[in-house]
């Protein structure tokens, strides 16, 4: 079975624009939730989608967004980057069972200029 | 709000000792934990994933356990080797129903040939 997939794997951005990142989780998974890792705040939560609704978001302003499809791949976006935003995004997949277990993708490897 | 530590930050070995990882959660109300190992720069690789339920998981030379009442987990690696050296991360969730995990800082651990 094929893992959890992220494109693309790196990016590079200027300030005020925008980016879309794409994760396609394990087939039958219908889970899918988004991290952000920094050197300084580690791993923090963005928002989770299930079935093509957003169930849980954490504590990030409004230029975070994402969005889930009905074949359950889901997207981020980020609107007006801020040098801040530089970061290792990454997706998680899980299935409703097995005590949810989650698996992580290998991350989109996003630098703000 | 659920905090997650770790202690210590980074650990070094000798080649073939055995390692031993702790992990603690401030509110005891967990739906289960799991650990990840991350290599620099790559995504998270799930190791083992501990149900509220249950004391202890193994798998190969890893043995993870859990004292829920107490907030704590413990990971073991035997006869530790340099492939192991990675960052391990904890992570808990709160309910079945509750797909986001609190992240711990993770201990970076070196293994010395």
């Known amino acids: 079975k094929a893992g959890v997939t992220q494109t693309p794997r790196y990016l590079i951005k200027t300030r005020g624009q925008q980016v879309t990142l794409s994760c396609s989780p394990i087939s039958g998974h219908r889970s899918v939730s988004w991290y952000q890792q920094t050197p300084g705040q580690g791993l923090q939560f963005l928002f989770e989608?299930?079935?093509?609704?957003?169930?849980n978001k954490g504590n990030f302003p409004g230029r975070f967004s994402g969005r889930q499809f009905s074949n359950s791949r889901s997207e981020m976006n980020v609107s007006t980057l801020e040098l801040g935003d530089s970061a290792l995004y990454l997706c998680?997949?899980?299935?409703?069972?097995?005590?949810?277990?989650?698996?992580f993708g290998p991350g989109t490897r996003l630098t703000v200029l | 709000k659920q905090e997650v530590t770790q202690i210590p930050a980074a650990l070094s070995v000798p080649e073939g000792e055995n390692l031993v990882l702790n992990c603690s959660f401030t509110d005891s109300a967990i739906y289960n934990l799991q650990w990840f190992r991350q290599d620099p720069g790559k995504g998270l690789t799930s190791l083992l994933l501990?149900?509220?339920?249950?004391r202890e998981q193994t798998s190969g030379r890893l043995n993870a356990s859990l004292d829920k009442s107490s907030g704590r987990s413990t990971l073991y690696i035997a006869a530790s080797q340099p492939g192991d050296s990675a960052t391990y991360l904890c992570a808990v969730t709160r309910s079945s129903n509750d797909y986001k995990l609190s992240f711990g800082a993770g201990t970076t651990v070196t293994v010395r040939a």
């Open positions: 501990i149900q509220s339920s249950q």
């Open positions: 989608y299930f079935s093509e609704t957003q169930r």
């Open positions: 998680a997949s899980s299935a409703e069972k097995l005590g949810n277990e989650q698996f």
